[in-house]
């Protein structure tokens, strides 16, 4: 790809954020398949490529997201250009796990390269990658402007012994194990402080395990022997996304009735943590407990912060107080997450409190009847989440909702818009596919 596609590609980045939809209140009614895991599909191409076969995973021609295009198009030119020493330039898009899983590949894989992104991805912060690459030989060259892209890599990163705090982002270490599968010797991975996000790391060693490659872990080290052969007899099939199927759960939720196709109930996904908090939070709401003035159903976000956004909107429409806390890593995300969830909220007409780790909804005495959320214009902020939440809140406002950045939904879940529109929700643009 040449420079003038490159920027191409970017310009339209940016810009097909843009638009505001206004979606309308109703119930939704019918059945839906969601998109294949998102998280699945990036650690199973990392391991196809390392496999020497991309084709190893199943994508059932599906629409592809942005972030997986975006890891697609990094391992292409990856496995197009083989390591003649010159730099290489890898466009993550906005694809934060692209980016962070794509670092020590490249690394272990000894290239020079350059990485680039748009949108909030040169804001995301990368530093720990300098600690944790120094020693090593890993050389990091980061702008002089405060952000991190476009970042050039060069050096090769050997077996070792890595220390990781596991309270930043799960992503560093598994964009380590993924890679360190490829090294010639044995490493060790130490996490020196509490481990959140910990369901991605497991989510990532069962991928690895199903290319023939075993990781150990015992208290607060991950092991991977050099060495392994990485391979597949057939192609790798990605379940059903949970963390877009959540949106249709809420939806159930709030009232729709909807049929949420070939979801597994012993998925390794973390977020299909989904159905167990809101049948706790269905059963808290509806007890004697939650009558007490200081009752407040709690909501541990350190395991699950990608459901926050719409976990909050179920827990908006319930008559009881919520307190979700260890909330802070969502203000690294997309956008500051934690922010934009409670400006949605309060753009909703929903009361709220937050600081810098918690976010607290006081709920309302509400009757199965009567409308949720008031008519507003929510900012997404251009992130995903927030667009498809806001999407969900609005089936049960007293008039449309407006969603501006709607096109976001792009990065994750390209059709949402249709099937909500399938389901019979109601918007005032026909192309939203």
């Not at 030119?77 to 796990?97: A, H, K, P, Y």
């Not at 481990?195 to 290319?211: A, G, K, Q």
């Not at 909501?299 to 956004?309: G, N, S, V, Y």
């Not at 909702?401 to 949402?416: C, E, H, L, Q, T």
Request: glycine letters at 8%; proline letters at 4%.
């Amino acid at each position: 790809m040449n420079h003038s596609e490159r920027e191409k590609r970017r310009y339209a980045a940016r810009n097909r954020r843009n638009g505001t939809l206004s979606v309308y209140p109703g119930v939704l009614v019918g059945s839906v398949r969601t998109p294949l895991s998102k998280s699945l599909l990036h650690r199973a191409l990392i391991m196809a490529m390392l496999a020497g076969d991309l084709d190893l995973v199943d994508l059932k021609d599906q629409v592809v997201s942005e972030d997986i295009e975006a890891t697609l198009d990094c391992l292409g030119v990856l496995m197009r250009n083989g390591n003649t020493g010159d730099e290489i330039e890898l466009f993550c898009n906005e694809s934060g796990s692209t980016l962070r899983f794509l670092i020590p590949l490249v690394a272990v894989l000894g290239r020079r390269a350059v990485f680039s992104g748009t949108g909030r991805l040169p804001h995301r912060p990368l530093r720990e990658y300098e600690n944790i690459f120094r020693g090593t030989g890993v050389k990091l060259t980061f702008p002089d402007d405060g952000t991190f892209l476009p970042l050039h890599v060069e050096g090769r990163l050997n077996a070792g012994r890595f220390e990781v705090p596991g309270n930043v982002s799960s992503q560093y270490i598994t964009g380590l194990l993924l890679a360190l599968s490829a090294a010639k010797g044995d490493s060790e991975i130490v996490i020196t402080t509490r481990l959140e996000s910990e369901p991605y790391i497991e989510m990532t060693r069962d991928v690895m395990r199903s290319f023939g490659v075993f990781t150990a872990k015992e208290d607060n080290v991950y092991t991977v022997r050099g060495g392994q052969r990485i391979f597949r007899e057939k192609p790798y099939l990605a379940e059903p996304d949970f963390s877009h199927a959540a949106f249709w759960y809420v939806a159930n939720f709030l009232g729709s009735d909807i049929e949420i196709l070939d979801m597994s109930p012993c998925s390794s996904q973390g977020d299909s943590e989904i159905l167990p908090l809101l049948a706790e939070l269905e059963r808290f709401s509806g007890s004697s407990a939650s009558r007490r003035s200081d009752a407040c159903f709690n909501i541990d976000a350190a395991q699950i912060p990608d459901l926050i956004p719409v976990l909050s909107v179920a827990c908006a429409s319930a008559p009881c107080d919520v307190r979700i806390f260890n909330a802070g890593r969502l203000r690294l995300k997309e956008c500051d997450r934690l922010e934009a969830t409670w400006e949605m909220l309060g753009r909703l007409g929903v009361r709220t409190e937050k600081d810098e780790d918690e976010l607290r909804i006081f709920g309302d005495a509400k009757s199965s009847g009567e409308d949720v959320f008031r008519a507003c214009t929510i900012d997404s902020h251009g992130d995903h989440r927030i667009v498809m939440a806001a999407a969900v809140a609005a089936t049960r406002a007293d008039g449309p909702v407006r969603i501006m950045d709607f096109g976001a939904v792009r990065k994750s879940y390209p059709n949402f818009f249709r099937d909500f529109r399938r389901l019979g929700g109601k918007t005032d643009e026909l192309d939203v596919g």
